[in-house]
């Protein structure tokens, strides 16, 4: 059980200003204050139509807690307040078609992400960076990628938030209840965690929960874009190591 060790290099050039680095014009039709409230009201009602049927990995108080730390960073990155309407509205949205629920998909009403900013008249341009930000966030996208894409703040601060939701106490209980859900195994001795997963790989095979905190939410830290994720991220990392070692030491009898 042995942590990986080695800071990954942070390319800060990969930062870009503007609220979407296909769309900068976004911001230009930024509703007003009443109007996005009206939104972000519907929004959290269908996250909880929709998430509230899932188990307590991924359910509403997961979207709401992304939705507070991705607002906070924000707030500590200096994003200006019509920004945080792409961030609010890309962190309360972008679960609520995850794919490892894909089954519950064929008894839903509901509508997806991108039917809900179109039924809600938001501008193109804007949908288009919510939508940029849903798309691109899953730690599955960026498995063997070598090319280094510019990314905007916005999607910077909603790609932390969800990964600092993935480590750290929460994390822990997290993983266990995703793997009980699913009846994988806590640990297995015999099966070791996976290196270089492809995409397909992560998606589509099993592991063991513990192999899941090597194959994954070890690197998390070390993928943080924002500056105010890389700071929070450091605390929750070091709990999970601490975790590891006690769960070996119990398992082993030693302790």
Request: include cysteine.
């Amino acid at each position: 059980m042995n942590s990986p060790s080695g800071d990954l290099p942070v390319d800060t050039d990969n930062i870009i200003d503007d609220p979407g680095d296909k769309c900068p014009d976004a911001l230009d039709d930024v509703r007003t204050g009443v109007e996005i409230e009206a939104v972000v009201k519907d929004a959290e009602e269908l996250v909880q139509k929709v998430m509230g049927k899932w188990d307590s990995s991924h359910d509403p108080f997961h979207v709401y807690r992304v939705r507070s730390l991705a607002l906070s960073l924000a707030d500590e990155e200096g994003l200006p307040p019509e920004s945080r309407q792409i961030v609010e509205l890309a962190a309360l949205l972008h679960d609520i078609d995850d794919h490892k629920y894909a089954s519950t998909r064929e008894k839903r009403t509901e509508p997806t992400a991108e039917e809900f900013l179109t039924q809600h008249q938001i501008d193109p341009t804007l949908k288009e960076a919510i939508m940029n930000i849903i798309h691109s966030m899953g730690f599955k996208e960026e498995l063997n990628s070598s090319s280094k894409r510019k990314f905007s703040l916005e999607f910077a601060v909603v790609q932390d938030a969800d990964r600092l939701d993935a480590i750290g106490a929460i994390g822990i209980g997290r993983a266990f209840t995703f793997g009980g859900a699913r009846n994988s195994p806590m640990y297995d001795p015999d099966v070791q965690p996976r290196v270089n997963l492809t995409k397909k790989e992560y998606t589509s095979t099993r592991t063991t929960t513990i192999n899941h905190f090597h194959e994954k939410l070890l690197k998390l830290k070390d993928m943080m874009k924002s500056q105010a994720g890389k700071r929070r991220a450091e605390g929750r990392h070091k709990f999970m190591l601490q975790f590891l070692d006690q769960f070996a030491g119990e398992w082993s009898g030693n302790l």
